[in-house]
């Protein structure tokens, strides 16, 4: 299969992963489509080069003390036309990738002698309260941006991000926001860096809806998957902090600058910036590390097949019916057409009349019955630790294989 169309951004990949999974050089292989004895040539090849001829990095000295004033200016403002980065990142990618040391507020002096740059710039964006999970893949953030509109047509802006290193996991013009089409643009992503413990979203469609229901389609394939799945509470987009600022981030750097004529220039143009973001592009609440020194690939293998629903002997189970609701103690409850056809498991809880509501390995919802005569269902409860902790002595919630019981999505990561 080889690597493909941007070749060069492909291999360029496939050494920073590889080179951190050098246990794992199959699987690596597999998920870039090339055999093994290619994935080992192109490390050999990249050893001996030094990288520069397969990742394109810059062929010039490590240092340049003889540049002049004006050769330096040339220079920061090339660079600030080619990214529209600001001071601090081109400074430190001259620096890398040229051996040019600049101040840095002498980059930002040129900046604005010539243009580039107003003197409120710094000051225009308002940073989100920072938080980070610990290791990558613990969590992935998704969302739509956009329209975004070519000569010929327009396109939503599907991304993918990983929480810990912010590696841009997906990048994808799409035709549309449907099931089917975010589910297939997951499925390549999977394969390409595995599956993650736990996904966040927003409320809106196709993996939120209204507040009428728990599950949609989309969320329950991804449970059925062994992934947990989160969604921000409701005009809180902080929440969603990192995922939104990398679509501030593609509008300023990318979109507000090209004219692309159909929906095929635009995915180009998302390609390369891409590459980019994630391999060239200092990120400054990472020490102006770049995401892919930060980021590895998930040891959970996808393999698209979606495995039998156990939730133990002696269990409480009701089918989901064709509406998305279910028979609970006299009365039906919504809970969504996402599993309709498929069993979910009713814990109960410590505390009276309270019932967790389980899909596979994720509590989805509590029942109260209270009030006997209105029971309610709460889509947006969590069991608490303690319930929860119960629950684990019991037996969790778990989805089971041909090989033996699988951890559960929250076994290993919270």
């Not at 930002?108 to 989100?128: D, M, P, Y």
Request: one cysteine or more; a positive charge.
């Amino acid at each position: 299969m080889g690597f493909g169309r941007r070749a060069m951004d492909a291999k360029r990949e496939f050494i920073e992963l590889a080179r951190k999974q050098p246990r794992n050089m199959s699987e690596v292989c597999r998920r870039f489509g090339v055999s093994r004895t290619t994935g080992y040539e192109l490390l050999r090849r990249a050893e001996v080069d030094k990288e520069e001829a397969l990742i394109e990095r810059s062929r010039r000295p490590h240092r340049s003390p003889q540049k002049t004033g004006q050769e330096i200016e040339e220079r920061v403002i090339a660079v600030r036309d080619d990214t529209h980065w600001g001071a601090r990142k081109i400074v430190d990618l001259l620096e890398r990738e040229e051996g040019l040391a600049v101040n840095r507020s002498t980059a930002h002096a040129i900046l604005r002698r010539n243009g580039r740059v107003s003197s409120e710039e710094g000051f225009k964006h308002t940073a989100w309260q920072r938080f980070e999970h610990p290791e990558p893949n613990d969590l992935w953030q998704m969302d739509f941006f956009g329209p975004i509109r070519t000569v010929s047509d327009s396109s939503s802006g599907l991304t993918v991000i990983d929480d810990h290193s912010r590696f841009d996991l997906c990048l994808r013009a799409c035709v549309d926001q449907r099931t089917e089409t975010v589910q297939e643009e997951l499925s390549t992503t999977f394969r390409r860096y595995g599956l993650p413990w736990r996904m966040t979203m927003d409320n809106g469609s196709p993996w939120g809806d209204d507040g009428s229901a728990v599950l949609t389609r989309l969320t329950a394939w991804l449970i059925r998957l062994d992934v947990r799945v989160s969604h921000s509470r409701p005009y809180h987009p902080q929440t969603q902090g990192k995922d939104e600022r990398l679509h501030r981030t593609i509008r300023d750097e990318l979109l507000q600058w090209v004219t692309c004529r159909d929906r095929g220039e635009l995915q180009a143009s998302f390609d390369s910036w891409r590459e980019r973001y994630n391999f060239r592009r200092g990120h400054e609440s990472l020490g102006m590390a770049r995401p892919a020194e930060r980021y590895r690939p998930s040891t959970r293998r996808f393999t698209g097949s979606l495995l039998p629903i156990d939730y133990g002997a002696g269990a409480i189970t009701r089918v989901v019916d064709t509406y998305g609701k279910i028979r609970f103690r006299g009365h039906k409850l919504h809970v969504g057409k996402g599993c309709a056809g498929l069993p979910i498991a009713i814990r109960a809880t410590d505390e009276e009349d309270q019932f967790d509501v389980y899909f596979c390995h994720q509590a989805i919802a509590r029942i109260d019955y209270s009030n006997p005569n209105d029971p309610r269902i709460n889509r947006g409860h969590r069991p608490n630790a303690e319930h929860s902790a119960i629950a684990a002595t019991q037996r969790e919630p778990s989805i089971s294989s041909p090989e033996g019981p699988q951890r559960s999505g929250g076994g290993r990561r919270p």
